[in-house]
């Protein structure tokens, strides 16, 4: 009992807890948006009055397929905002990260590897550095 409390209060499972909370609620307040704001004036735009009622008959059966279209425009808005508001921002912070640290390297001419430019010996093959 006392591994699955610790690993319980590990920062980890605490974020990963944390931010499956943030994204729940993310997903409600955009499918909310869609569902009330976007479909209304692509709509309207349209001449339809709502996307959740559209549906084909085939035979006595009905498939609403609105709702789809709605879930659809949601998945599409949630995935545009992560890439634009996470993924975009953390690609360029994790690439001048790189940069500042690649500076202050440079490859050994015998082995190849990465050493710090200060350095007079290779840590890898022992290479005196000129």
């Known amino acids: 009992m006392n ?3 610790r690993f319980l209060m590990q920062g980890s499972v605490i974020d990963l807890a944390a931010a499956f909370a943030i994204g729940a609620a993310f997903t409600s307040v955009v499918q909310s948006f869609v569902a009330d704001v976007l ?5 309207a735009l349209g001449g339809l009055p709502d996307f959740s009622t ?7 059966s009905d498939f ?7 879930a659809a425009i949601s998945f599409l808005m949630i995935s545009a905002a992560i890439y634009f508001l996470v993924m975009r ?4 912070h994790r690439d001048r ?6 500076s202050r390297t440079r490859d050994c001419p015998e082995c ?5 430019k200060a350095a007079s010996r290779c ?7 000129a």
């Open 112 to 116: 190849l590897s990465k050493i710090p």
């Open 89 to 92: 921002p953390y690609k360029h």
């Open 39 to 43: 479909t209304p004036l692509i709509s």
């Open 123 to 129: 840590a890898f093959c022992t290479a005196q550095m």
């Open 97 to 102: 990260t790189a940069a500042k640290i690649g």
């Open 54 to 60: 559209l549906k084909i008959t085939v035979g006595r």
């Open 3 to 5: 591994g699955l409390k």
């Open 64 to 70: 609403t397929y609105g709702h789809f279209v709605n």
